[in-house]
């Protein structure tokens, strides 16, 4: 059933060789010809900052592309708890092949064993990589790295730096990438915003930007472009990401032909602190690690008002320690989210909106002692005190379920590229490792496996197998695609209505919050599916963008990304509703075990949903790529 | 709450700027400041006007893309807290507040509340790192670093590269800022190697850059958001002591 689109070109051989071989049998570029080929990488995060620095280290002439103002300051910033690698250091029976397993059945099931395989196998590298950089993991006092250990795994194999793992890794990679900019093998392009992808004779070879500070509409044009530009998350308005996340370089793209795949699947975290008022603007994670101290419970009684000090021992019900008695309060994420969900619906959530479940550190504290536990998560206690006031060495954090993580992006193949030749996605932004439910400290593990150690050969072997005849940026397909871009940003400034972007996105987030969060059902994704263009009509037609287009505008760009949402929302939907089964994050109220965990249906959805874009309003085409497990037989996941 | 603000405007790098005037009402002690902002432009941007520039992303502190001087204080009145962190009951009902942008000669304003901090990107760029290429790092535990090492470097890396330091600074001296990158290096195993050749690459650049030098008034220390130690500056000092007598 698999689609002549999609060829995954997994190479043959037993699972252990199959890279290896790989590697062998790719093309090289030889190296006085390296500086010949320019390569355009979107995006400074782990994936895009490891893959820019590393091909300015091959000697590829690089451009590098951000929106921030500074390469720095990347979403892979603000990831808190660590990067899983299967050292072993512990002793305590991990391996490759055990993180190899843990990634796919954590996964539901739903991603391609081959890549999970493969980042398996890489994440020793990325450890040697990151140390050698300087970055100050976590030490024991013997002077070797520390671990902790994060959900869906019974091994203790999660670097870490305090609370901060991302921000150090990503300055890691960031300085590695100034000293490419220093040697001027990389050049810095910050402060644009990916507006178009440029195909010449079905090749990617450039890209159309808007220059942030001058309006500036620039055209680059390279040998091949990456797309590194992180998750959609903030899809649903609220999320734990960065407020300037967006779909737009990954919706543009797949405007142009590039398959999205999987969008329906959206990981839920399950300890962020809880909404508090309209006014919010975005949520805030409280790093799955605390999981490894904190109990998770709430009051057995419903609607049991009593401040948590008061609720005595028998009167609690630390439901994940007795649903999952072998994982705990480290289950999946899903299964976590989920079930805090349940515990609210069922009248016994804490709080006053009734939203929240407690992260209690009362047991560790009187453990370990408050030093040890603040020397652990202080950065994280501290945060939550200034958001909500609320000390949490006293008394329990209040939490709940926030949008996180997406799985969903771009289709590429094994060699990390999509369906249009020369376009590749790495990090966030592809779909291609985590299956339906990402576990916690692989999404930095993937970036930097990514950036480091995958791109810089399956690039290498597609420019040398490529015929790559010069193009330029007064090419036509140029100046198509920079009056495309020009269009639109006067489109925008021309609806001149009274609603707020803001508003609009807020809106759309509650659609999907409401719809196509963590419960769906076929009559909530039907419903939203009427309510998305609905809202997207009303945007185009009584939006306010005000300002002008030749200097910075925050508001245009606002407006931007928000109108792409509300065409990429609908697809997201489309997709939750085409998959009437359950898997990891894709909950179908229609699809679960009698105890309420999700159930899957192999016999039908054993498959990658790849869409094809077809025009804005018109129904996309679905490409599959049938899912084969040669290594891992898919079962019903348990964690009990 | 009401407050009366006092935004700082600027249409553009070389126009003049002014502080304008606005009324915030119905203010929510739950919300950040920037909130609070997004709020105001909310309202601008219905009225079709042009809303206030500012720059923000993560909204936790750790991004460092945060940079409001809030009634003469970068990130304003709560120590170690950047001011996307920093909540409105913190204020009081009535109360007015001044809000400017970072101010210093190598942060030209943008726009508005938004700077150019390039600078900082050049100065790391000068030697800021371990110079390794990607595939011949040894086994990660095979350099072992104590954990009173690790412990010290880390804090030093928290470092955000905000550029606080730099606004509160009246010589606007960036010495805080790249200190913590040479104290994180220079206690490390790892950045031995290089240890003269950076602190010298990189005070150069900021010296290039147009950034002053540091008179010792601690103003650094107190506006940082993450609480970097001043005693970093002294060991820059040493640092790049050590490296002259090298003959570096
Ligand atoms: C609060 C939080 C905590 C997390 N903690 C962990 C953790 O402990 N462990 C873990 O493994 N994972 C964690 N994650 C997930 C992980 O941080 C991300 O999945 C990962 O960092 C994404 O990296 P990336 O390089 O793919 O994208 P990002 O870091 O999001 O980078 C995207 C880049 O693309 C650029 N960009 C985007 N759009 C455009 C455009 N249109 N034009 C030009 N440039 C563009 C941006 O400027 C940026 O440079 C966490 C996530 C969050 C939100
Ligand atoms: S917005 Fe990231 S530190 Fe303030």
């Known amino acids: ?640 | 709450m009401r407050l009366n603000l006092k935004i700082w405007r600027q249409a553009g790098p070389d126009g003049a700027g002014k502080l304008v005037d606005y009324a915030a009402d119905h203010v929510s002690p739950d919300m950040s400041f920037l909130e609070m902002l997004d709020v105001i432009n909310e309202r601008l941007v219905k009225q079709g006007e042009d809303a206030i520039s500012f720059d923000s992303d993560c909204r936790e502190g750790i991004c460092g893309m945060c940079s409001l001087v809030i009634n003469g204080v970068p990130h304003g009145p709560d120590r170690g807290t950047t001011v996307c962190q920093l909540h409105m009951r913190r204020f009081k009902d009535g109360e007015t507040v001044t809000i400017e942008p970072w101010r210093a000669r190598a942060f030209p304003v943008v726009k508005d509340l938004v700077v150019d901090r390039s600078a900082f990107d050049r100065i790391i760029a000068a030697g800021g790192y371990v110079s390794i290429n990607v595939g011949g790092a040894p086994d990660g535990n095979a350099i072992p670093v104590s954990k009173q090492v690790a412990e010290q470097a880390m804090d030093s890396a928290a470092c955000i590269g905000c550029g606080a330091c730099v606004a509160a600074c009246k010589n606007a001296s960036a010495h805080l800022f790249m200190s913590a990158k040479i104290a994180q290096l220079s206690v490390l195993p790892q950045g031995q190697v290089e240890r003269t050749t950076r602190v010298v690459a990189m005070i150069a650049q900021a010296d290039a850059d147009g950034f002053g030098s540091c008179s010792n008034e601690g103003e650094c220390e107190a506006v940082c958001p993450k609480e970097i130690p001043i005693s970093n500056i002294a060991r820059m000092s040493r640092e790049f002591t050590r490296a002259v007598f090298a003959g570096k």
């Open chain 1, 1 to 640: 059933m698999s689609s002549s689109k999609l060829d995954a070109k997994v190479p043959g051989g037993p699972i252990a060789d199959k890279w290896d071989r790989h590697k062998f049998e790719m093309k090289l570029v030889n190296p006085a010809n390296k500086r010949k080929y320019t390569v355009i990488v979107v995006g400074t995060g782990l994936a895009g900052g490891s893959a820019a620095a590393s091909l300015g280290e091959l000697g590829y002439n690089v451009l590098n592309f951000c929106i921030q103002d500074s390469p720095r300051r990347a979403h892979s910033i603000a990831a808190q708890g660590g990067i899983n690698a299967a050292k072993n250091y512990q002793n305590d029976g991990d391996s490759v092949y055990r993180l190899f397993y843990d990634t796919v059945k954590g996964g539901d099931y739903r991603s391609r064993e081959a890549n999970v395989y493969r980042l398996a196998q890489l994440s020793v590298n990325i450890i040697d990589q990151c140390v050698a950089q300087g970055v100050p993991f976590a030490r024991e006092y013997g002077g070797l790295l520390d671990n902790r250990s994060f959900g869906g795994a019974q091994v203790s194999r999660t670097f870490y730096a305090r609370g901060q793992t991302g921000q150090q890794l990503l300055l890691g990679a960031y300085q590695s990438l100034m000293r490419q900019v220093h040697q001027g093998a990389v050049r810095m392009f910050a402060r644009r915003e990916m507006l178009d992808l440029v195909i010449v004779d079905g090749k990617a070879r450039g890209i159309i930007v808007r220059n942030l500070i001058t309006g500036a509409i620039e055209r680059y044009a390279a040998d091949a472009v990456i797309l590194a530009t992180g998750g959609y998350g903030t899809v649903y308005y609220l999320s734990t990401n960065a407020v300037n996340s967006n779909v737009t370089a990954a919706w543009r793209a797949h405007k142009r032909g590039a398959l999205f795949a999987n969008p329906c699947y959206t990981q839920i975290h399950p300890t962020c602190i809880p909404v508090s008022g309209d006014h919010q603007s975005k949520l805030t994670l409280m790093s799955e690690s605390l999981r490894n101290d904190g109990r998770v419970w709430v009051p057995k009684k419903q609607g049991d008002k009593r401040p948590p000090e008061q609720i005595p021992e028998e009167d609690r019900d630390y439901y994940l320690e007795r649903k999952y008695p072998s994982f705990g309060n480290l289950v999946p994420r899903d299964v976590a989210s989920r079930n805090a969900k349940q515990a609210c619906d069922d009248g016994r959530g804490v709080g006053d909106s009734g939203l929240a479940v407690y992260l209690d550190f009362k047991d560790a504290i009187a453990r370990v002692g408050p030093e040890t536990i603040k020397a652990k998560y202080g950065n994280l206690f501290q945060m939550y005190a200034k958001i909500t006031d609320d000390d949490p060495y006293a008394v329990p954090m209040r939490i709940y379920p926030a949008i996180h993580y997406t799985m969903g992006g771009l289709w590429v193949d094994y060699n990390l590229m999509s369906n249009v030749p020369g376009l590749h996605v790495l990090g966030e932004a592809n779909f291609s490792d985590h299956g339906a439910n990402r576990l916690g400290a692989s999404a930095l593990m993937q970036g930097l496996c990514d950036g480091y150690f995958v791109i810089p050969y399956t690039i290498g072997h597609y420019l040398a197998s490529t015929a790559l005849p010069k193009v330029t940026t007064d090419h036509d397909a140029f100046g198509e695609a920079a009056d495309n871009v020009q269009q639109r940003i006067n489109q925008l400034l021309a609806v001149k209505g009274s609603r707020g972007i803001r508003e609009i996105h807020r809106e759309l987030g509650r659609i999907m919050w409401d719809d196509v969060g963590m419960a769906r059902s076929a009559q909530s994704l039907t419903r939203a599916l009427a309510r998305i263009p609905a809202l997207r009509d009303e945007f185009w037609h009584d939006v306010s963008v005000p300002g002008s287009p030749d200097n910075l505008n925050q508001s245009l760009e606002y407006a931007g990304r928000v109108a792409d949402y509300l065409e990429f929302a609908e697809l997201l939907a489309l997709d939750a509703l085409q998959r009437s089964e359950s898997c990891g994050g894709h909950f179908r109220e229609e699809s679960q075990t009698p105890d309420g965990e999700a159930l899957r249906d192999d016999d039908n959805f054993s498959y990658v949903a790849a869409w094809e874009f077809q025009g804005v309003g018109r129904a996309p085409a679905l490409h599959k790529e049938a899912l084969v497990f040669d290594e891992v037989h898919p079962t019903q996941r348990s964690y009990k």
